[in-house]
């Protein structure tokens, strides 16, 4: 199957900084999500992006699917931006997902 | 309110028990899934379901049954074949296949 690689693993912030998310895959795919974890289990969909840019608010994405990555950016991070951060790629009808990011903002 | 709702929120089993958890959704989409996350790990696809009556194994299918009824609704039945059981289930839905998912709250299962 398809394999995920999302980097870093960890990330530690200061409440302000701006960071980078990546998200390597293996094979072409048909799609790409973006999903945020909460403390409480929850996974909210932040972005549907195959290919190009999008952003909404603070949070942009990028895909390259010629390249088989794709990129997270977070900018002035706010401590509810904590938690694990997954990328999915969808191949066969199916999602497969990266291990995640875990970002923890400090105030 | 549209949405997903999971319930219960936290069960617990005793080994060799079937457990059903229950998925239901308002939001008139086509496609439903079942996932399971372990701690520290991603997502893998238990099962999922394009259409009514209608359903597919996913990655980790072994010791799991569904059924698919009604649009609204995709029981999971965790079997007493099921090796390792405890874990974190989720439930998603999208409009169809190879859209985007959105989640439910999720069902942690406790097997002793």
């Given at each position: 199957g398809i394999q995920v690689e999302q980097s870093p693993p960890d990330l530690i912030l200061q409440e302000g900084a701006n960071s980078t998310l990546r998200c390597n895959f293996s094979d072409s795919v048909n799609n790409l999500q973006w999903f945020h974890q909460n403390p409480w289990g929850q996974l909210i969909n932040l972005f549907y992006i195959p290919s190009g840019t999008k952003q909404n608010g603070r949070l942009s994405a990028t895909t390259v699917a010629t390249e088989r990555y794709s990129l997270l950016y977070i900018s002035?991070?706010?401590?509810?931006?904590s938690g694990v951060y997954f990328c999915a790629v969808e191949n066969d009808y199916k999602l497969s997902f990266g291990a995640g990011t875990t970002v923890t903002v400090r105030a | 309110d549209g949405g997903i709702t999971q319930s219960p929120k936290y069960l617990f089993r005793k080994e060799g028990q079937n457990v059903t958890l229950s998925c239901e959704q308002n939001?008139?989409?086509d496609a439903m899934y079942w996932y399971r996350q372990d701690p520290g790990q991603g997502l893998r696809l238990i099962y999922y379901s394009q259409i009514v009556n209608d359903f597919q194994k996913g990655d980790i299918a072994e010791g799991y049954s569904v059924s698919r009824e009604k649009k609204e609704s995709f029981p999971l039945t965790v079997t007493s074949?099921?090796?390792?059981?405890t874990a974190f289930y989720l439930c998603a839905s999208s409009i169809e296949v190879r859209y985007e998912q959105y989640f439910g709250p999720g069902t942690r299962l406790t097997v002793t």
């Open positions: 002035s991070s706010q401590t509810t931006d | 939001l008139n989409h074949a099921q090796k390792n059981p």
